[in-house]
C-alpha cells in the first residue's frame, strides 16, 4: 500500500509520494514514451511547487 496519489493519463501516469521523514515530494512519471513521461512529470512537479508556495 502506498501513501500518495497516482494520476492516470491516457499515455501515462505520474505517482506523487511525499516524503515521511523531510518536507519534499517524489514525482515518478511513466508514458508511452520518454518525452512524454518527462513532460507529464514536469507538469506535476510544477504543480506541486505551487501548491506548496501557496
Known sequence: MLEGVKVYNENGWVLILPDAERPVCSV?????????????????????REISRS
Request: no cysteine.
Open 28 to 48: 515518478i512519471g511513466e508514458g508511452f514514451s520518454e518525452e512524454f513521461a518527462e513532460e507529464l512529470t514536469n507538469i506535476y512537479a510544477r504543480k506541486v
